[in-house]
Structures are given as structure tokens and as C-alpha cells.
T-cell receptor, first 115, second 116 residues
Framework: AQKITQTQPGMFVQEKEAVTLDCTYD???????LFWYKQPSSGEMIFLIY??????QNATEGRYSLNFQKARKSANLVISASQLGDSAMYFCAMREQGSARQLTFGSGTQLTVLP | EAGVAQSPRYKIIEKRQSVAFWCNPI?????LYWYQQILGQGPKLLIQFQNNGVVDDSQLPKDRFSAERLKGVDSTLKIQPAKLEDSAVYLC??????????????FGPGTRLLVL
């Protein structure tokens, strides 16, 4: 079974609007971390935001927020006020306590911001 | 603070040839990771080092791939001999320490390998 599922291969959003990128995960661990990375066409993976499984508050970092719903095992990324520079591939990743703590990535969502 | 450095950025080789990639992590980062990212997929961990010791290499195809981190700083990943399916981006990442907590991994720009 897929550990990280991103069901949206591609998304379009108008500049200055908000967009939600979906991510669901599967784990039997009680302690785990969820991460979002951005990968522009240049190829580098850029860390955006992190949520721990025991964190009660949703994580926020500037225009990025993580909508964490533990019971539904979802960790959606919300980007507010989209900018043209937000056009990139976005990856959701999980790190479980019981798996040598390596990152497992989803297949990604290609976001295109339209002017 | 300098980020994770990788070289070369691009490499084109023929199948059965050998190739090596180099990575220099962020200064002070004890943990180093090599990932393989095939087009259209998320990165997949190949090997994880803690200082100069291997923590996890369960997904490294050891018949053709090797990696070392001799002095606990920079690292080299080698493929010998290369196959067509090795065409991918090879990403190096580093993090401050393995335990405790959920330390963030910082990635380099990657090396794009094309095997013809």
C-alpha cells in the first residue's frame, strides 16, 4: 500500500488566490512527522513546512499552512495568495519512527499559477 | 550558510559505463542521504549515513551502486556499470542530527543522469 498518496497530478490556480494540495498518508506508528517540499524546474527540493503527529496546532510558515486532520490521515498544504513563483512540483513526505526515520515521498502535484 | 553542494549537475553516459557523483553537506550536519528520483516520481532513499557509518542502505542496488563517506563530511555515490533504468536525478540531502526529533532534511540541486 502507498504510504503517501497525492491524488492531484496537476493543479491550476489564479495568481493571488489560495490553493489546497491534497496529501493522505498511511502509518501504524503513533509518532511520525509530515513534511512538504517544493521542487522548481531547477530540481532542488526546498523545505516548506513540517507537522509532527503530536502537534495540536496546524503548522504555518508565512503563506504556507498545513491542514492536519489526524483521524482522516490527511495533511493538506494550503498556499495563500499564490504567486507566479509558486509554480513548481510539490511533494508531501512522511518520516515514521519505526523505519530508520527515512523520508517517504508521494508522487507529487504540479502546481501552475496563472497570471 | 552554504547549502548542500553537488557535482556534476548533469552527466550523460552510455550503458555499462561507470559514473560518480559528489556531495558536500551543510557544515556540521552529521546525517547525509542519497536519493534517486526517477522522472514523474518522488525521491526514493538509496542510502543514509550517520557521520561516516551507514544507517540504512536497504534500497541501494549493491550489485552496481556503492557509496562512501570516509571522513564523515562529503560523500561519493558511484554506479558501475550503469543501466538505462538508472537515468534519474540523484539528490543529496543532509540533516543536523539523526536523533532526537524530526530534523528537517535539506537538499542539494541534484545531478541529472542520462544513460544512453
Amino acid at each position: 500500500a502507498q504510504k503517501i498518496t497525492q491524488t492531484q497530478p496537476g493543479m491550476f490556480v489564479q495568481e493571488k488566490e489560495a490553493v489546497t494540495l491534497d496529501c493522505t498518508y498511511d502509518t501504524s506508528d503513533q509518532s511520525y512527522g509530515l513534511f512538504w517540499y517544493k521542487q522548481p524546474s531547477s530540481g532542488e527540493m526546498i523545505f516548506l513546512i513540517y507537522q509532527g503527529s503530536y502537534d495540536e496546532q496546524n503548522a504555518t510558515e508565512g503563506r504556507y499552512s498545513l491542514n492536519f486532520q489526524k483521524a482522516r490521515k490527511s495533511a493538506n498544504l494550503v498556499i495563500s495568495a499564490s504567486q507566479l513563483g509558486d509554480s513548481a512540483m510539490y511533494f508531501c513526505a512522511m518520516r515514521e519512527q519505526g523505519s530508520a526515520r527515512q523520508l517517504t515521498f508521494g508522487s507529487g502535484t504540479q502546481l501552475t499559477v496563472l497570471p | 550558510e552554504a547549502g548542500v553542494a553537488q557535482s556534476p549537475r548533469y552527466k550523460i553516459i552510455e550503458k555499462r559505463q561507470s559514473v560518480a557523483f559528489w556531495c558536500n553537506p551543510i557544515s556540521g550536519h552529521a546525517t547525509l542521504y542519497w536519493y534517486q528520483q526517477i522522472l514523474g516520481q518522488g525521491p526514493k532513499l538509496l542510502i543514509q549515513f550517520q557521520n561516516n557509518g551507514v544507517v540504512d542502505d536497504s534500497q541501494l542496488p549493491k550489485d552496481r551502486f556503492s557509496a562512501e563517506r570516509l571522513k564523515g563530511v562529503d560523500s561519493t555515490l558511484k554506479i558501475q556499470p550503469a543501466k538505462l533504468e538508472d537515468s534519474a536525478v540523484y539528490l543529496c540531502a543532509s540533516s543536523l542530527t539523526r536523533t532526537p526529533g524530526w530534523e528537517t532534511q535539506y537538499f542539494g540541486p541534484g545531478t541529472r543522469l542520462l544513460v544512453l
